[in-house]
């Protein structure tokens, strides 16, 4: 795939020249230069602007910052540098910052890039690929139980979008290679203390060893699974009808796929976060129900399980003190 196939496999996509300005995170790294140049090629001029954060974690990060501005120079975008300092652990402690570094430098550049983007309405667009979503996949089915974890990142959410997901990182190569565009590695993508390294140099090799089409097998599957969802999510908001709460004598009445589901969706819906475990306690807040009157049961993470006259609800529960 040239650099011609590319970008027309992107704008195929559809999430690039929707009349909507544009922040591009650019690292620096091949993916973003490929995002970049995409972008500029495919929105209207004038309407792409990108994000460079300079974390000054490596030795390089300066001669990569003046990389950034000199590319930006010469495709005509606008860019806006954030030097970022790693903060203490109490500071981390105080602002809700993850102790993980990477988590860290996450939350710096996606809290920069919707400032950035807020004032316009700017979509943000991040170079994923097609080989970060593989890598995300094995790592989540690693990592998370459930089979939300085996769906991988989604093309778009909210101002958030990944043009990038159906072009590996080797035809990202290829199209900064053709364009004439410099790029840096990040050594830290190859250093194993990292678990997605790990997934990369060890099991992502492991699987190509045992078919060639791995990756693309694994691409397929989830695009399956996220097209099933869809069809999942409706027979649950079919059954909810738009309820916060469900009789348990209906739960037990469900095939036990369903039931699961439904379980989730409450606890999800009060809590706001993914609550996968909270399928695994249905035979528990059946048995809960069959001793009669009220009772309570915590399902995972910070959602709760009310049990009262006969229905099944759920509660968000205060964190956790240690």
């Known amino acids: 795939m040239g650099a011609r196939e590319v970008r027309e496999a992107v704008r195929a996509g559809g999430l690039l020249g929707m009349d909507r300005p544009l922040v591009a995170m ?3 790294g091949r993916d973003s230069v490929c995002l970049l140049d995409v972008a500029v090629a495919l929105c209207e001029p004038g309407d792409v602007s990108a994000l460079h954060v300079n974390y000054g974690l490596r030795e390089q990060a300066d001669v990569e910052e003046r990389h950034c501005v000199a590319l930006c120079g010469q495709l005509g975008v606008g860019l806006e540098v954030v030097h970022a300092n790693r903060p203490e652990p109490a500071e981390r402690s105080a602002e809700g910052v993850s102790g993980n570094l990477q988590a860290w430098a996450r939350q710096v550049r996606y809290r920069a890039a919707a400032g ?3 004032g316009t309405d700017a979509l943000i667009a991040t170079g994923h690929t097609a080989s970060d979503q593989v890598e995300t996949i094995l790592y989540r089915l690693a990592a998370s139980p459930g089979r939300r974890a085996l769906q991988g990142m989604v093309a778009s959410e909210g101002r958030l979008i990944r043009p990038l997901l159906g072009v590996t990182r080797e035809q990202t190569r290829a199209y900064c290679e053709e364009r004439g565009l410099g790029w840096f590695e990040d050594e830290s993508n190859q250093d194993e203390r990292y ?3 790990r997934v990369r140099n060890g099991l992502v090799g492991a699987l190509r060893a045992v078919h060639p089409a791995a990756e693309a097998n694994v691409l397929r599957t989830a695009l399956l699974l996220r097209e ?7 027979l649950v908001s079919a059954e909810l009808a738009g309820r916060d709460s469900v009789e348990i004598a209906r739960l037990q009445a469900m095939p036990a796929a ?3 589901l439904v ?3 409450l606890a999800e819906d009060a809590t706001g976060a993914y609550v996968p475990q909270a399928g695994d306690r249905v035979g528990e807040i059946v048995a809960l129900h069959r001793r009669g009157g009220s009772a309570e049961l915590h399902v995972g993470a910070q959602a709760g399980a009310v049990i009262e006259g006969g229905r099944l609800s759920m509660k968000r529960l205060p964190p956790r003190r240690d």
């Open 116 to 118: 950035m983007a807020e």
């Open 263 to 265: 379980v989730v969706r």
């Open 195 to 197: 678990a997605r390294a």
């Open 26 to 28: 650019l690292s620096g």
């Open 258 to 260: 369903l039931a699961r």
């Open 228 to 234: 099933e969802t869809e069809l999942l999510d409706e």
